[in-house]
């Protein structure tokens, strides 16, 4: 049976900044180190703990985008290529830390 390739990338932590905005807080090679560090950031106005972790695989990605030509054949789709890059993947966020045990408690919801 063939194993699945790991995929390549980093983890980082995400905060808010401001009321609108977020940034990249740290970068981690593993997900426990992420979670491990988390509980010394915070979103703006947040308690330590809080914040979102993601997972960026390294690479770009290609893509046909459709389009329509309105020349001498109106409505004719055409597909252009498109590279972007890999969109980040949620992976968890941190709600706070836990005033018995000290841990930061997590939640698998992004909101």
């Known amino acids: 049976m063939a194993r699945k390739k790991k995929e390549r990338g980093c983890y980082f932590i995400e905060n ?5 905005n977020s940034s990249p807080s740290a970068f981690f090679e593993t997900l ?11 979103d703006w106005y947040c308690p330590k703990g809080t914040g979102k972790i993601y997972f960026q695989q ?3 990605h290609t893509w046909m985008m459709p389009s329509y030509n ?3 054949l109106p409505n004719t789709p055409k597909e ?22 000290g841990e930061v408690i997590f939640s698998d ?3």
């Open 70 to 72: 309105y020349g001498i």
């Open 109 to 111: 919801k992004p909101y």
């Open 58 to 60: 390294f690479g770009t």
């Open 32 to 42: 426990e180190e992420a979670k491990e560090v988390i509980k010394h950031f915070s």
């Open 80 to 101: 252009y290529e498109v590279t972007t890059g890999i969109s980040k993947k949620f992976i968890c966020r941190g709600c706070g830390i836990d005033k018995e045990t």
């Open 16 to 20: 808010t900044i401001s009321e609108f």
